[in-house]
C-alpha cells in the first residue's frame, strides 16, 4: 500500500511562486526552462513545470537545487519569501507565521527562531561554517556567546545566594565579588574588537576567517 503523499505546504507554495516569478523574469518558456534544467541533470517537461507553477506537483531538494542553478539565484531565495521586512508576515512550513526578517535572518545563520541565551550561539556556530560567515555573523555570535556567558555566571551567582549558609558568608562573598567582576567585563567587552578575548584570558568564540585575516594583513600594509 502507499504511502499517503502530504499536501503542498505553505513553503512549497512559496518556492512555486518564486520559481514562476523568476521563470516570467527571465522571459523563459516552459519549454526553454524544461531543456535547461535537462542540461543541468534534472529534466522536467514543459507539462510537469505548469503542474508545478499550479501547485500540482511538489518540488523536491533536487528540483530545488536545479532551480536555482538554472535560474541563477541562490537556492535559499526560492525557499524564502521576497520581503525582508519587521512589517510583514508569512508562514513557512514546520515554522509557523514569523515576520519575514526573522525568517531571513533564521534562514541565513543569523538568529534562532527563538533566541534564549544559551541557544543563539551554538545555532549560529552550527548553521554556518566558520569559512563563510560574514563579519556581521561573527559579531551575533560573538554577542550571543556572551549572553550566554553571562547567563551562566548570574545562574551561578543565584544558586550560591540561595546556599550559603552563615557560616560560609565570607567565602560566598568573595565569590560573587569575583563573579559580579567577569560579568561586569563580559559586559563591557568590545564584541566587534578581534583582540577583546584574548586580552580577557578567553578564546575567541567567532574567530575571523584565514581569508578574512589575509585581508586584515593586506589593509594594514596599505595603510603602511
Not at 102 to 114: D, K, S, T
Not at 128 to 135: E, F, G, H, L
Request: net charge negative; hydrophobic share 40%.
Amino acid at each position: 500500500m502507499a504511502g499517503k503523499v502530504s499536501p503542498i505546504g505553505p513553503t512549497g507554495d512559496v518556492v512555486r511562486a518564486n520559481i514562476e516569478e523568476f521563470r516570467q523574469g527571465e522571459g523563459l518558456s516552459y519549454a526553454e526552462l524544461s531543456r535547461r534544467l535537462k542540461d543541468a541533470g534534472r529534466e522536467i517537461p514543459p507539462l510537469g513545470l505548469r503542474r508545478l507553477e499550479a501547485g500540482e506537483r511538489k518540488v523536491d531538494v533536487d528540483d530545488l537545487m536545479a532551480f536555482a542553478a538554472v535560474l541563477n539565484v541562490a537556492p535559499i531565495r526560492l525557499l524564502m519569501p521576497a520581503t525582508w521586512s519587521t512589517a510583514i508576515e508569512a508562514e513557512a512550513t514546520g515554522v509557523g507565521t514569523k515576520r519575514t526578517s526573522e525568517l531571513w535572518r533564521w534562514a541565513l545563520g543569523y538568529m534562532p527562531l527563538n533566541p534564549s541565551k544559551a541557544e543563539s550561539y551554538r545555532y549560529m556556530t552550527r548553521s554556518t561554517p566558520r569559512q563563510v560567515r560574514t563579519r556581521e555573523q561573527r559579531i551575533e555570535a560573538r554577542w550571543a556567546w556572551v549572553e550566554s556567558k553571562v547567563s551562566e555566571l548570574e545562574d551561578e551567582m543565584v544558586e550560591l545566594k540561595a546556599t550559603i549558609g552563615a557560616e560560609d558568608q565570607f567565602m560566598a562573598s568573595s565569590r560573587i565579588a569575583a563573579l559580579t567582576e567577569q560579568i561586569e567585563t563580559l559586559r563591557e567587552l568590545d564584541i566587534e574588537d578581534d583582540n577583546a578575548f584574548e586580552e580577557i584570558g578567553e578564546s575567541d568564540p567567532a574567530p575571523p576567517s584565514p581569508e578574512e585575516l589575509a585581508g586584515l594583513l593586506r589593509e594594514e600594509e596599505d595603510d603602511a
